[in-house]
């Protein structure tokens, strides 16, 4: 007899099976694979990147020291000058007049001093004969005295008219390029009109930038053993993104922390020649400019050899920054280490590895530590331009989602949970 089993109850008896068949053990899996770098020594020279501002080493204001009308203007605005060069021309008769108003006192002055000399000398000769009386003699000689101070102060106030007419001719106290004229020809100026002109000299030029306290003593740390801070090379980069062609050199270092930064004034000194020559006017353009603002690079004169790693593999955590590396048996080894300067792709270890070291760069997500992992070549990284390493992206380039701006946190593509990426 055949007996017909419904189609719904052989389905319901294969749903019945599945879970009994999905208990079954399968094959056991084998150990992750990941990517891993060998820390490499690599020639780099350190640098530390700060916001500074271009100063003219000599500045000067051009103000009348008399009162007068302008008569004449013997320079070019926006030209270089020459210490000594004639600028500005005040009206001069009336201060001509004066000197020899005053000179004319002097002579006066000298002759009543020749005439009191003479009667002093006659007075004297006449001291023994019945006609001599020590009264005259005292009396002329008293006269005598004051004749010749009255000809030191004729003298005093012709020297004086001279000073005022000399202070008609305005020369330039320095060599700079010379600003735009506050003042036109015709207008009467006085010591209370202002600033003429101002001055400002060309080359060398000072960069200025405040330096944090604790950066200025991990530079007098990193440059103790290398000539300290005379040893330090300094490069510009200006607005525009393009680095400087010059090098200057620190020279001062403030004595004083500002108690409202907690910052320190540094200073160096760098040439500023002209780009060409002169025009016709006497107009020179220089790269550097007087209260520019620019990013300052300290650099050592001579590059270390330190550690560089791919800066994916560096993760952070509340203890500080650390990597994964797999030793001799293959096991996964979390490594404290501390960082130098880095770019948006190296890191620079300056303790914590030796060389040769194998690093995890690709996996990080899926190995944690003491797991028996299967080490293989990482995926090379994207190509970059070169940076000098000082925790920035090169000049020009765009910052994107996965590069940290400088002097920030660097980022990190693959990070574990609970940890930062740098």
């Known amino acids: 007899m055949n007996i017909r089993v419904p189609a719904f109850a052989v389905l319901a008896l294969l749903l019945a099976a599945l879970p009994a068949l999905a208990q079954r053990p399968g094959p056991p899996p084998g150990p992750p694979s990941v990517g891993v770098v060998a820390a490499t020594p690599r020639e780099i020279t350190e640098s530390s990147s700060y916001v500074g501002r271009i100063q003219a080493q000599h500045r000067v204001a051009l103000v009348a020291r008399v009162t007068g009308t302008l008569e004449q203007r013997n320079f070019t605005e926006g030209s270089e ?45 006449l001291i023994h004969t019945p006609a001599g009386q020590p009264s005259l003699v005292d009396a ?33 106290p320095i060599d700079g390029k010379i600003g735009r004229s506050a003042i036109s020809v015709g207008n009467v100026v006085s010591p209370t009109a202002g ?31 290398k000539g300290g801070f005379g040893s330090v090379v300094i490069r510009l980069r200006l607005p525009d993104g393009r680095m400087y062609d010059r090098t200057g050199s620190l020279d001062f270092v403030d004595n004083t922390v500002s108690t409202s930064t907690d910052t320190v004034i540094l200073r160096g000194r760098i040439s500023n020649p002209p780009l060409g020559t002169a025009s016709p006017g006497g107009a020179r353009e220089r790269a550097l400019i007087d209260g520019e603002f ?30 994964y590396t797999v030793d001799a048996a293959h096991k996964v080894q979390e490594t404290r280490i501390t960082l130098g300067q880095s770019t948006a792709t190296t890191a620079t ?16 997500q899926k190995v944690h530590p003491g797991e028996v992992v299967v080490a293989g070549p990482a995926s090379p990284p ?18 994107s989602a996965n590069t940290p701006p400088a002097n920030s946190p660097p980022g990190k593509a693959g990070t574990k949970p609970g940890a930062t990426g740098r």
Not at 140 to 150: I, K
Not at 297 to 304: E, M, T, V
Request: aromatic fraction near 4%; proline fraction near 6%.
């Open 382 to 399: 994207l190509r970059a331009s070169p940076a000098t390493l000082s925790g920035a992206a090169p000049p020009g380039s765009a910052p």
């Open 195 to 225: 600033t003429l002109a101002t001055i400002v000299s060309q080359n060398p030029m000072d960069v200025v930038f405040p330096v944090s306290l604790s950066d200025l003593l991990a530079l007098r740390r990193r440059y103790s053993g």
């Open 81 to 125: 000058v020459k210490r000594g060069q004639l600028l500005y021309v005040l009206e001069q008769p009336p201060f001509q007049a004066d000197l020899a108003a005053k000179q004319a006192a002097v002579a006066q002055a000298r002759a009543q001093l020749q005439n009191a000399t003479l009667a002093y000398q006659r007075a004297v000769s």
């Open 140 to 172: 002329a000689r008293a006269t005598m005295l004051s004749d010749a101070a009255a000809v030191q102060a004729a003298e005093a106030q012709a020297k004086i008219s001279a000073i005022n007419l000399g202070y008609t001719e305005i020369h330039a």
């Open 294 to 323: 620019v990013t300052v690079l300290l650099q050592g004169a001579q590059p270390i050899s330190l550690l560089a790693i791919p800066r994916a593999a560096v993760m952070t955590d509340q203890r500080g920054d650390y990597v």
């Open 349 to 364: 270890v300056t303790t914590g590895l030796a060389p040769g070291t194998l690093v995890i760069v690709d996996g990080l």
